[in-house]
């Protein structure tokens, strides 16, 4: 996953809405809410680097336990 990809390709992104920043997932739930774009931004990066982790966490997993 690239983290520069358009928010319809990453797992969470940010919205802005009624003076709050809400991170919404990729089904459109609201994860987390913020008051600033910065810290929404900044938590959206995380949601999406520990998404990435455990995908290829999984991933791999899955790889070797196949016969």
Same mark, same amino acid.
């Given at each position: 996953?690239?983290?520069?990809?358009?928010?319809?390709?990453?797992?969470?992104?940010?919205?802005?809405a009624?003076?709050?920043?809400? #991170? =919404?997932?990729? %089904?459109?739930?609201?994860?987390?809410?913020? @008051?600033?774009?910065?810290?929404?931004?900044?938590?959206?990066?995380?949601? #999406? =680097?520990?998404? %990435?982790?455990?995908?290829?966490?999984?991933? @791999?997993?899955?790889?070797?336990?196949?016969?």
């Amino acid at each position: 996953m690239n983290p520069s990809a358009s928010p319809d390709e990453q797992p969470y992104h940010v919205v802005a809405a009624a003076g709050e920043y809400q #991170i =919404q997932d990729d %089904q459109g739930r609201t994860v987390m809410v913020c @008051r600033d774009t910065r810290s929404a931004t900044h938590y959206s990066t995380l949601l #999406i =680097q520990a998404f %990435q982790r455990g995908y290829r966490a999984g991933y @791999r997993a899955a790889k070797l336990s196949q016969p």
